[in-house]
């Protein structure tokens, strides 16, 4: 008898929207789809069914422009061990295109901003976890994008560090409104910190979505 083939399918029938300055949450357990949802508004895989829009485009058809409005910290650090913090941060400004003259000035802001003047020179190989979430925290803010997709960006961080990225998340959605940010988290004390709205995703799909207070 021939097998049957069940298909799991990743991310099912969700919908929301994020407004200019807001903190989008994802709330859930592992395998809830939260990072499938982020991979297909990069562009890394296509939806099988419905459409996504980033500033008015179509992540389909129009991901070349999309890609330069966004900043992405993936769940697993994408760092390279033997270079440091400045060498990420000058090679990731040039790939945003970030124009050469003002590549110094926001390297040594986002730096201090993300507390790794210390470790500038410091191989990203020998840094604690905290402090390469940190650094991929600062690659996907680095040039200050609209848009910006944080992906459990404060696993392995310790209290203090987690705090500080919350802080700095914070000045950019909620204080200075200059980017839109979606994270995906597990801890619903993050997600009460940073979101203006969240969505709790169980199995693929959206279980209830609102404010936090509201949630809670």
Known sequence: ?????????????????????????????????KTSTFKVLSGEIQPSAGFAQIAGMNVATDMKKIRSLIGYCPQFDALLEKMTAREHLEMYAAIKGIPANLRERLIKRMLKQ?????????????????????????????????????????????????RFMWT?????????????????????????????????????RVKCIGPVQALK
Request: glycine letters at 10%; a positive charge; proline letters at 3%.
């Open 1 to 33: 008898s021939k097998k049957m083939i069940s298909r799991k399918a990743a991310v099912k029938n969700i919908s929301f929207g994020v407004k200019k300055g807001d903190c989008f949450g994802l709330l859930g357990t592992n395998g809830a789809g």
């Open 168 to 204: 700095v998340v914070g000045n950019i959605t909620s204080k200075r409104k200059t980017s839109s940010v979606v994270l995906t988290t597990h801890s619903m004390e993050e997600a009460e910190a940073l979101s203006t709205k969240l969505a709790i995703m169980v199995e693929g």
């Open 114 to 162: 993300m507390n790794l003047t210390k470790y500038e020179n410091v191989q990203a190989g020998t840094y604690s976890g905290g402090n390469k979430r940190k650094l991929s925290v600062a690659i996907a803010l680095l040039g200050n994008p609209p848009i910006v997709f944080l992906d459990e960006p404060s696993s392995g961080m310790d209290p203090e560090a987690r």
